[in-house]
């Protein structure tokens, strides 16, 4: 089985960098996830880890540690269109698209 | 390019009656998936259909049923209502050739069980 957490809710301010971090417990493992959900929108994909490293994509970055069992999502420069919910997933070898969602850590960005 | 389409956006339903829920594949997607998303939780895996056939599917009960047409679309069935299925039901289709194989996702189809 599957085990993701993630902190569920984090706040921050305007041009700041925020951390979102989640660790997961799987019985095997094929990349991890992470989308952002917008409230009453469909999530949207963010970023993919398969190897071990750093990822970066513009303001965004995520992090893996697959002996850790770690993730982190790393965000720069804050905007305010940034507080939604970002949700960590990990991939088992079972499914090309069965993901393992966590519950979602809720950012709100402040002025 | 038109993107991952679902319907109704919102409906409601009684205890013990039927439900289907009808959703759009990206073009050129030939593979979709299910999941169920409660209030607060993250979306939870129900099933997922590759060229017509189921090929994998979470822990939800057999009421839980679906079908993917030639042209990828698919729907989602949900027999005997449960106030528990009380949730936004999200489509997501991927293309078979992507490295990645990203989810794209659609708005979803809030369904409340009274």
């Known amino acids: 089985g599957q085990n993701i957490d993630q902190p569920t809710e984090m706040t921050a301010t305007e041009g700041a960098i925020v951390q979102i971090n989640c660790t997961y417990q799987t019985s095997g493992f094929n990349g991890l996830f992470w989308y952002q959900q917008h409230a009453g929108e469909a999530p949207t994909f963010l970023s993919y880890n398969v190897l071990d490293g750093l990822e970066e994509k513009g303001r965004f970055s995520s992090f893996l540690s697959r002996s850790k069992g770690y993730s982190y999502l790393l965000l720069k420069e804050l905007q305010m269109k940034d507080s939604a919910s970002y949700l960590c997933a990990v991939r088992d070898r079972t499914g090309y698209s069965t993901l393992t969602f966590g519950k979602g850590t809720m950012l709100l960005v402040s002025p | 390019e038109t993107g991952v389409t679902q319907s109704p956006t919102h409906l409601i339903k009684t205890r013990g009656q039927q439900v289907t829920l009808r959703c759009s594949s990206q073009s050129g997607h030939n593979t979709v998936s299910w999941y169920q998303q409660a209030l607060g939780q993250g979306p939870q895996f129900i099933f997922q259909?590759?060229?017509?056939?189921?090929?994998g599917r979470g822990n939800f009960p057999p009421r839980f049923s679906g079908l993917q047409f030639p042209n990828y679309s698919s729907e989602l069935n949900v027999n005997a209502l449960e106030l528990d299925d009380s949730a936004l039901y999200l489509c997501?289709?991927?293309?078979?050739?992507?490295?990645?194989?990203?989810?794209?996702f659609g708005e979803g189809s809030r369904l409340t069980v009274l």
């Open positions: 997501a289709s991927s293309p078979g050739t992507s490295k990645v194989g990203e989810l794209f």
């Open positions: 259909y590759y060229r017509e056939e189921e090929n």
